[in-house]
């Protein structure tokens, strides 16, 4: 095994309904980012649940070496960090409060100042700095989003998942974001897992891409040799141009949608 993180034989329900069917993601060395594209209802979240460790399953995750039943409830809860889908609920809660008990509850090795610091240069970068200390429910979606990424930040984690991370914040925070995420990784390494719905951004920041469809993975790998006309057209039902930018990264522009009479 090279990599620090590996994903085989993935499976997942709901009740009798199967979700995940023996998903298998591309192994990650460290500094590495992850892409999980799929249209809607594809299994990203599932996916995503699965990796946490809040949802059981058949399935193979390895990470540094262990599975994810070795590493333990405790030393997966250290390990991996995630940043769910639906950010956290409007309250009277403040993202301070919020930031320092999540902190605490994970037992985090950190004196008071130490914790501080950590807290404010996160909140720095995600420009939370001037609501720290207003409730949440005053906060914005986009804003209470950036809180859901902090409250993941600041663990500090080995592994980190986004569950689309940008889905509620204008283009400015959607490249600020994923470009603090890709700086975190260039200076302290780690793994990133990041389920996103902008094919684009997935191709600009990811290093590899896994496509789900109807809760398989179509295609995976370098984004080069994901994202060709021919998986847009199977997996999005579009119609597709794709270029490449000046690094060689593949650009998409989407032409028309594939009539579903004629598709298939
Ligand atoms: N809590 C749940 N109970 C039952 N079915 C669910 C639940 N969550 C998701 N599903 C179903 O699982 C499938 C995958 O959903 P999800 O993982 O949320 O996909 P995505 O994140 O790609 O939109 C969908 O068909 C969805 O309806
Ligand atoms: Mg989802």
Same mark, same amino acid.
């Given at each position: 095994?090279?990599?620090?993180?590996?994903?085989?034989? *993935?499976?997942?329900?709901?009740?009798?309904?199967?979700?995940?069917?023996?998903?298998?993601?591309?192994?990650?060395?460290?500094?590495?980012?992850?892409?999980?594209?799929?249209?809607?209802?594809?299994?990203?979240?599932?996916?995503?649940?699965?990796?946490?460790?809040?949802?059981?399953?058949?399935?193979?995750?390895?990470?540094?070496?262990?599975?994810?039943?070795?590493?333990?409830?405790?030393?997966?809860?250290?390990?991996?960090?995630?940043?769910?889908?639906?950010?956290?609920?409007?309250?009277?809660?403040?993202?301070?409060?919020?930031?320092?008990?999540?902190?605490?509850?994970?037992?985090?090795?950190?004196?008071?100042?130490?914790?501080?610091?950590?807290?404010?240069?996160?909140?720095?970068?995600?420009?939370?700095?001037?609501?720290?200390?207003?409730?949440?429910?005053?906060?914005?979606?986009?804003?209470?989003?950036?809180?859901?990424?902090?409250?993941?930040?600041?663990?500090?984690?080995?592994?980190?998942? *986004?569950?689309?991370?940008?889905?509620?914040?204008?283009?400015?925070?959607?490249?600020?974001?994923?470009?603090?995420?890709?700086?975190?990784?260039?200076?302290?390494?780690?793994?990133?897992?990041?389920?996103?719905?902008? *094919?684009?951004?997935?191709?600009?920041?990811?290093?590899?891409?896994?496509? *789900?469809?109807?809760?398989?993975?179509?295609?995976?790998?370098?984004?080069?040799?994901?994202?060709?006309?021919?998986?847009?057209?199977?997996?999005?039902?579009?119609?597709?141009?794709?270029?490449?930018?000046?690094?060689?990264?593949?650009?998409?522009?989407?032409?028309?949608?594939?009539?579903?009479?004629?598709?298939?």
């Amino acid at each position: 095994m090279t990599g620090r993180f590996s994903v085989s034989n *993935l499976g997942a329900r709901y009740g009798r309904a199967v979700v995940l069917h023996d998903v298998a993601l591309p192994a990650l060395r460290d500094g590495e980012m992850l892409g999980i594209l799929g249209p809607n209802a594809s299994g990203k979240s599932t996916l995503m649940r699965r990796l946490t460790g809040e949802m059981p399953g058949p399935g193979d995750i390895l990470l540094d070496g262990r599975t994810q039943r070795e590493h333990g409830r405790e030393g997966w809860r250290r390990a991996v960090a995630a940043a769910p889908q639906t950010p956290p609920a409007p309250s009277a809660l403040m993202p301070t409060e919020l930031m320092w008990s999540t902190a605490r509850a994970l037992g985090l090795a950190l004196s008071d100042a130490e914790l501080a610091a950590r807290i404010e240069g996160i909140f720095d970068e995600l420009g939370l700095g001037a609501v720290a200390l207003s409730p949440l429910a005053t906060l914005s979606g986009g804003k209470r989003q950036l809180v859901g990424l902090a409250l993941a930040l600041v663990r500090n984690p080995t592994l980190l998942l *986004l569950d689309e991370p940008t889905s509620a914040l204008d283009l400015h925070w959607r490249l600020a974001v994923l470009d603090l995420v890709r700086r975190r990784l260039r200076a302290q390494g780690g793994l990133v897992v990041a389920a996103l719905h902008d *094919l684009d951004l997935a191709a600009r920041y990811c290093d590899r891409l896994a496509v *789900l469809h109807e809760g398989r993975v179509l295609a995976a790998g370098c984004p080069a040799e994901v994202l060709t006309p021919d998986l847009l057209a199977r997996v999005y039902r579009v119609e597709a141009e794709v270029s490449a930018d000046p690094e060689g990264r593949p650009v998409v522009r989407a032409l028309r949608a594939i009539d579903p009479g004629k598709g298939d």
